[in-house]
């Protein structure tokens, strides 16, 4: 998957992050992703956050850092999901070719199974992990986690 899916993903789950948790941020959060895009290490670099306390700026801006987890989080399910497909796939190709050869209607794509329990609490343990490195307090960490997971299917 290119960079620029793996950035549309991460910013679809990120605003789900922040509509749950911030939505006062929601108005904000378009550019403050394509600047967090254009170079993350700045946008949550602790000396730029001690500048803008300078100019009476809002350090408590929750996208950036949604934007930070969602792509660990993103990263891991492309991963997972991948794997997922290619050992799912051989069977899928055969059976829409099976189809072909009958007067049959070719069986429709599968659905994507919701994550399992066990997959879920990955996701929280990488998003909790994610949001620690990029300087979040435990007790928002956890929100954030939270947040994720629940954006998300789970059996």
Do not use: C, K, N
């Not at 670099?45 to 930070?68: I, K, M, Q």
Request: glycine share 6%; proline share 6%; no cysteine.
């Amino acid at each position: 998957m290119d960079s620029r899916a793996e950035q549309a993903l991460s910013g679809e789950l990120a605003r789900h992050v922040v509509d749950r948790l911030a939505p006062d941020e929601m108005a904000v959060f378009d550019p403050v992703a394509q600047e967090y895009f254009a170079d993350p290490q700045a946008v949550l670099s602790p000396a730029r956050r001690a500048e803008a306390v300078g100019f009476g700026l809002d350090l408590a801006l929750l996208t950036p850092y949604a934007l930070a987890v969602a792509g660990s989080v993103v990263t891991w399910l492309v991963t997972t999901v991948s794997t997922a497909a290619r050992e799912e796939s051989e069977a899928l190709v055969t059976s829409w070719v099976r189809g072909l050869f009958r007067r049959t209607r070719a069986p429709e794509p599968a659905a994507v199974p919701p994550l399992t329990g066990e997959q879920a609490e990955t996701v929280r343990r990488i998003a909790v992990r994610q949001a620690r490195a990029v300087g979040l307090p435990d007790q928002q960490a956890a929100l954030v986690a939270d947040a994720i997971v629940g954006a998300i299917r789970v059996r």
